[in-house]
């Protein structure tokens, strides 16, 4: 994508000069699929990373799969999650594990240290490699599993020799088939890419992923969502708001943001600054319809600060959040001073942008 699309969104000054500029671009749109606000390119192309993971989560749920295998609300928020790997998240992720017959062997995501610090304290100090199961992913490739598993149980037969998160795997065509209906796109305008997982990963303009994440949060709006799909959509955005310990993590933006919202935003970031929300109908004011956010950090946003900020300002601009929950997370932004190593406050990252309506 040429970086004409991103404009910039953050600044950082050291002092009284800007030492750095975040460039970004912002599609924010109702569930009728009005663009209502937006900043720099909302038709920008770009990878959702981990902000995909409710809509990979969709068609196992819409099939039957929360039935099939009794999921509780905490089972699907975790399957949607980029988990910290705390002892939490990964007893849920081994109970569900072990309702659905699936290994942890089984897992193609990696392995990484847990994101959680003392956690991964803890197994050093124990002397303890950490394993699939700790990986952030962990959740999402169970679900993937687990969604074989019915389909096996249920007497469907797959070809041999395709691992399930190969995209010509049928299930990974489905989850693709489902993201693509829920953005309002053609299937063949989806591009593809291989996440840091190792799963499909989809790229699709800014504004139809929140028209994606605005239908989530209301299906029934304007009857284009199968009735199957919008009780699977219910589902998944209930659980993820009842249960934001299990999408992030102790001091996750996703967490926090969904704790303070208090059922009236779901919340899910992606790498390379990438960050998705929900705004349910009534969230910005009486009467009002769902919204979809979609934001992208173009240089990654490598030490992820860029990206929450910017996220706590879309918001503040459009009154989706109070002066009080603002305060709450504040350690997120808006705006947040830096520090040296000595703890001296030696400048300032500030939102660089009012969003075009």
């Known amino acids: 994508m040429s970086t004409s699309a991103y404009i910039p969104v953050f600044e950082i000054k050291r002092g009284k000069t800007v030492e750095s500029i975040h460039n970004g671009s912002i599609a924010i749109v109702d569930v009728h699929g009005n663009l209502i606000a937006w900043y720099g390119d909302p038709n920008a192309v770009t990878f959702l990373r981990s902000t995909a993971k409710p809509f990979q989560a969709l068609p196992f749920l819409e099939h039957g799969g929360q039935t099939a295998f009794h999921l509780s609300p905490r089972e699907i928020a975790v399957i949607c999650a980029s988990h910290s790997g705390t002892d939490e998240h990964v007893e849920v992720i081994r109970t569900l594990q072990a309702r659905a017959g699936v290994s942890e062997s089984e897992l193609l995501c990696g392995v990484h240290q847990p994101y959680d610090r003392p956690t991964a304290e803890a197994l050093a100090q124990r002397q303890e490699q950490p394993t699939a199961n700790r990986h952030n992913c962990s959740g999402k490739h169970t679900g993937m599993l687990a969604y074989v598993k019915m389909e096996v149980n249920e007497g469907k037969e797959f070809p041999s020799g395709l691992d399930y998160i190969d995209p010509e795997h049928p299930i990974q065509k489905k989850i693709l088939h489902t993201f693509a209906e829920m953005c309002g796109l053609p299937v063949d305008q989806i591009r593809l890419g291989v996440d840091g997982c190792s799963a499909p990963n989809f790229a699709a303009p800014l504004r139809n992923v929140a028209l ?6 209301d299906p029934e709006a304007g009857n284009v969502v199968p009735f199957e799909r919008a009780a699977a959509c219910r589902s998944i955005v209930s659980a993820m708001m009842s249960n934001p310990d299990m999408v992030g993590g102790p001091g996750q933006f996703d967490t926090r943001l969904m704790q303070i919202a208090a059922g009236r935003i779901v919340s899910k970031g992606g790498a390379e600054g990438y960050q998705g929300l929900g705004l349910m109908p009534d969230a910005l ?6 919204v979809g956010i979609a934001l992208k950090i173009g240089d990654g946003d490598a030490r992820g600060k860029a990206r929450s ?13 109070s002066k009080e929950a603002l305060q709450a997370l504040s350690s997120f932004g808006p705006s947040f001073p830096v520090h040296n190593w000595r703890e001296i406050v030696v400048g300032e990252g500030y939102p660089a942008f009012n ?3």
């Open 355 to 357: 969003l075009q309506r």
């Open 309 to 321: 900020a910017v996220a706590l300002e879309i918001l503040r601009q459009l009154g989706g959040l």
């Open 285 to 290: 004011s009486p009467g009002s319809p769902a």
């Open 212 to 217: 994606a994440y605005a239908r989530m949060c």
